[in-house]
């Protein structure tokens, strides 16, 4: 009876206040700005035109493209389940996962590069050239194998910095909310004044060479800041002793739980398919000064809504479940997007600019409302599903559950690459194209196919969401004994230290 007095205590505690571990932290000043840079430098990047880049730069054939990401994709698979193995039974000095950070970030980053470079090695060649399309596919499969290591890494590394699940959370609400005043976005807008003024001719320059300069500098920036965060931050959550067992970590994705949930529900949500909206603006409007401007002024006026929505998250949390917040901004997304495209819909509004452009900054504003929300709860969620494999199994398999978790999804995105390549033939796409004219009919398709078709094809994600099992109590619960056990691992351990051999 009197064991389960402490227990009690934390509960009534955590239904209070919604807090476990209310006073402790563990990272300092130097590891919070370290956690910012690097949530700042993940988008500090021109990835939104990568498509532009191979379609009408690169060229490669949309056919060819397909059977490159269908092997690939296959590798990625495989690689994904060695790899996993491998860094979920690393016990080092470093820690479990920053060997692989430190190591590998560099030479990385270095391969990376090369990407860029793609149109000065093979100058106006075509889709089909030979030469060019055995380099893209090796380059891809070495930076697949090579980047595996670092993703399964990282993913793991963030729920390990601190054992304290609100301090992550206060990470997490910080990073977001500052690094959009820092400008993450900058180089995306930068980047598509200069396309705008290369593709009108106002600029005479090649398109390849604002390609390699912006995507090298920021590829070079980004790096940096994510090796400075590796190299200052900590692992601070144990590790059992023991070494998983590889059957262990894939049957936790059947066995906890939440991973499973989220696992159905990135599964089902996985079906989504469509185009970017960036190539909508591009292709049925064309690149030009005012669209970039406007973009740019609906992002400068909603930013501080999506700032402010941050102040939302700890109410919200406190009075409200992960699971109704997790539901609700989904179906929120959801209806902001149907808006969207039931607009550009009527009267063919969506090859008029202006009204497109209105709507567009309307639907963005009210999307940043729950823009915190969104960003918090789905981060957290996950750290949670780790914490909870852990009290449930004893031991923490970060890397190989989040791979079982992500071996379906690889499976179908090889699919769904081979069937994007296909339908971007079938819609009648034309590489190479002047911008802006495109048919008719691929214009109209490529705005369904941005606007509506990934709502519709990834609505059923939202179904094992309704089922999240943990609530406050099971929470404090949780991480009451969590702490218990991790203390009791610790002392264990520097009995054992001080034992004579």
Not at 60 to 65: E, M, T
Not at 245 to 270: C, H, Q, T, W
Not at 310 to 316: H, K, Q, R, S
Request: aromatic share 14%; with cysteine.
């Amino acid at each position: 009876m009197a064991d389960s007095e402490p227990l009690k205590t934390v509960e009534r505690q955590e239904a209070a206040s919604g807090n476990v571990f209310r006073s402790y932290n563990y990272v300092g000043t130097k590891e919070t700005v370290a956690y910012l840079f690097n949530d700042w430098s993940n988008t500090f990047n021109i990835n939104g035109y990568k498509n532009r880049f191979i379609w009408d730069v690169v060229k490669i054939d949309f056919g060819i493209s397909a059977i490159v990401g269908l092997f690939t994709g296959v590798w990625d698979v495989v690689n994904d389940i060695i790899v996993s193995a491998v860094v979920d039974n690393t016990r080092s000095r470093l820690g479990k996962f920053r060997p692989y950070l430190i190591l590998l970030q560099i030479p990385l980053s270095l391969i990376g590069l090369l990407y860029w470079f793609l149109p000065y090695f093979f100058p106006n060649t075509a889709g089909t050239f030979i030469p060019k399309l055995i380099f893209y596919f090796v380059f891809n499969v070495i930076t697949e194998t090579a980047g595996t290591f670092t993703d399964i890494a990282k993913s793991g590394y963030m729920s390990t910095i601190t054992p304290n699940p609100n301090e992550r959370v206060r990470l997490i609400t910080l990073a977001e909310l500052l690094t959009g005043y820092m400008g993450e976005d900058m180089p995306g807008y930068i980047f598509g004044f200069l396309y705008d003024m290369v593709t009108t001719g106002r600029w005479k320059v090649q398109l390849r060479s604002i390609f390699v300069g912006m995507g090298v500098g920021c590829a070079l920036i980004s790096s940096a800041f994510t090796f400075w965060f590796f190299l200052v931050t900590k692992e601070r959550v144990p590790q059992s002793i023991e070494r998983p067992k590889i059957k262990e970590g894939f049957l936790a994705i059947i066995r906890n739980y939440p991973v499973l949930l989220m696992a159905l529900s990135d599964f089902f949500g996985n079906f989504a398919i469509g185009v970017g909206e960036r190539d909508y603006w591009i292709d049925v409007h064309g690149a030009n000064t005012m669209i970039n401007t406007t973009l740019a002024l609906v992002s400068g006026i909603s930013g501080p809504v999506g700032s402010i929505s941050y102040a939302f998250v700890a109410p919200l949390r406190k009075r409200f479940s992960s699971k109704f917040l997790w539901v609700g901004a989904d179906m929120y997304g959801d209806i902001l997007c149907l808006i969207f495209f039931l607009s550009g819909m009527i009267n063919n509004n969506y090859r008029k600019l202006k009204p497109m452009l209105v709507v567009y900054g309307f639907r963005e504003v009210f999307a940043k409302l729950l823009f915190g929300v969104n960003k918090v709860i789905n981060a957290d969620l996950w750290n949670e599903a780790m914490d909870y494999c852990e009290w449930k199994s004893g031991c923490r398999m970060e890397a190989t559950t989040g791979v079982a978790k992500s071996l379906v999804l690889k499976l179908q995105n090889v699919v769904k690459s081979s069937v994007f390549n296909i339908m971007m033939k079938k819609i009648g796409y034309v590489q190479g194209l002047k911008i802006g004219t495109q048919t008719e009919k691929t214009k109209r398709w490529e705005f369904i196919l941005c606007a509506i078709m990934p709502t519709i094809t990834g609505a059923l994600g939202i179904v094992p969401k309704l089922f999240w099992p943990i609530n406050k109590k099971v929470r404090a619960r949780m991480y009451y004994e969590l702490s218990e056990r991790r203390n009791s691992m610790v002392a264990d351990y520097m009995d054992g230290l001080d034992t004579p051999v």
